[in-house]
């Protein structure tokens, strides 16, 4: 399995669990919604979004639009930074889903 992009449910669970040792990525998103990790996982990169990633993430909206299944517009964003970073999503979140429905190229890790 490549490298992976942790989802805030993922960082929680792990914090929940004194599970330290995460090795990946994270973006800005996380950092403002759950301040904890920075202080909590060292191993944990950053990441911000570019203009690619708005791009991209303009073209799955407008296609979540079309089949009729409307996604937050940051869970949009998180996949499009997975999808060009090729990163790995680790999410519980099932909006991803959707998100595969027009963007197949997006690798979600799912297990519960």
Same mark, same amino acid.
């Given at each position: 399995?490549?490298?992976?992009?942790?989802?805030?449910?993922?960082?929680?669970?792990?914090?929940?669990?004194?599970?330290?040792?995460?090795?990946?990525?994270?973006?800005? %998103?996380?950092?403002?919604?759950?301040?904890?990790? *920075?202080? %909590? %996982?060292? /191993?944990?990169?950053?990441?911000?979004?570019?203009?690619?990633? /708005?791009?991209?993430?303009?073209?799955?909206?407008?296609?979540? /639009?079309?089949?009729?299944?409307?996604?937050?517009? *940051?869970?949009?964003?998180?996949?499009? *930074?997975?999808?060009?970073?090729?990163?790995?999503?680790?999410?519980?979140?099932?909006? %991803?889903?959707?998100?595969?429905?027009?963007?197949?190229?997006?690798?979600?890790?799912?297990?519960?």
């Amino acid at each position: 399995m490549g490298e992976g992009l942790f989802d805030t449910n993922r960082l929680i669970e792990s914090a929940k669990e004194n599970k330290k040792d995460l090795k990946g990525y994270t973006k800005i %998103f996380n950092i403002i919604e759950f301040p904890k990790i *920075i202080e %909590f %996982f060292s /191993y944990i990169d950053v990441l911000y979004p570019e203009q690619s990633d /708005y791009d991209l993430a303009i073209k799955i909206a407008t296609e979540l /639009y079309k089949i009729g299944k409307p996604v937050p517009s *940051i869970d949009i964003i998180i996949g499009a *930074i997975c999808i060009n970073s090729n990163l790995i999503l680790f999410s519980k979140d099932k909006h %991803f889903e959707y998100i595969k429905e027009v963007a197949s190229e997006l690798q979600i890790f799912q297990d519960g």
